[in-house]
């Protein structure tokens, strides 16, 4: 199995805050592996170093063979590894349809003449971004929304949106951070199913930031456990969330809180 991204002894560090604490892991071709762990942990953090937006004190990052240290997000995201945020980043103001068409124009196939000139080519290539976009749109079971007003849709609407513009990337490695957060069970469980359908018919590799257990069980290979920057606890599903010390660091303390 082909490894796609391998993490070691990183640490990053926001001045007196050790944000993430030597933390390694890795992550073989197509599989799903889920990050959980209390608020504070470091999993966005996690997230923004391998995107680029954020700079480890020190670690390696070694995605398919090539270090991520020092490349700039867009760079990172021309190598196949796209992501959603935790505080959802759409255009608001744009149609749901233009969302996802802004990362299939960003590689236009056609040169600068005809996009000058409106030739018909390029012509052809905004049909043919149009087309591939509201393919993802569809994907994501939210096609019939195309021309609305991004802001307007709900919350877990701008959720699939945010998916869907991660997919137009063309991504190997596709990274979300928790896109359940705010979804009721039915919403939840049809997460579930097209998160299944997209895994399986892109033949992606997932990384899963979730709260949700009911979303993290059914679909992840493998945990990790963070917990104030450091691997608590890594494993198959079952394990890890029947481990006492995961147990009594996460799932105690969310049921308290309930
Ligand atoms: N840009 C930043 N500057 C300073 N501190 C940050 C920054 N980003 C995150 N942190 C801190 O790092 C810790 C981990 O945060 P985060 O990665 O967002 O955790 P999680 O996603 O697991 O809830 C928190 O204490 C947070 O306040
Ligand atoms: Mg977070």
Redesign the pocket.
């Known amino acids: 199995m082909k490894r796609i991204l391998d993490v070691s002894a990183l640490t ?1 560090r ?2 007196g ?1 050790t ?2 604490d030597n933390f390694s892991m890795h992550i073989d071709e197509g599989e799903f592996v889920g ?1 959980i ?12 170093s391998l995107t680029g937006n ?1 700079t480890p004190a020190s670690g390696s990052v070694n995605y398919c063979g090539t270090s991520l240290i020092g490349k700039i997000p867009s760079r990172i995201s021309q190598m196949g590894i796209s992501r959603t945020f ?1 505080n959802i980043r759409i255009f608001p103001k744009m149609t749901v349809l233009e969302n996802v068409c802004i990362p299939l124009h960003s590689k236009p196939t056609y040169g600068l003449f005809p996009a000058v000139l409106g030739l018909k080519s390029a012509k052809a290539e905004d049909e043919r971004i149009r087309d591939e976009a509201l393919s993802y749109l569809e994907r994501l079971g939210i096609g019939e929304y195309r021309d609305y007003e991004a802001g307007t849709l709900p919350y877990g609407l701008q959720r699939r949106l945010e998916i869907a513009r991660a997919l137009a990337a063309h991504p190997t490695l596709l990274l979300l ?2 896109p359940a957060a705010g979804m009721n069970n039915d919403e939840c469980r049809e997460l579930v199913e097209l998160l299944k359908k997209i895994h399986r018919e892109c033949k992606l590799t997932v990384m899963l ?1 979730e709260h949700h257990m009911d979303v993290i069980q059914p679909l992840c290979d493998r945990l990790y456990v ?1 917990n104030l ?1 450091a691997l608590l606890r890594e494993g198959k599903p079952g394990e890890v969330l029947s481990d006492p010390e995961v147990v009594r660091a996460y799932l105690g303390e969310r049921r308290k809180r309930k």
């Open positions: 990053i926001f001045g805050l944000a993430i990050i762990g209390p608020n504070g942990a470091g999993k966005t953090t996690f997230f923004n954020v935790q951070d928790e930031i963070l920057g």
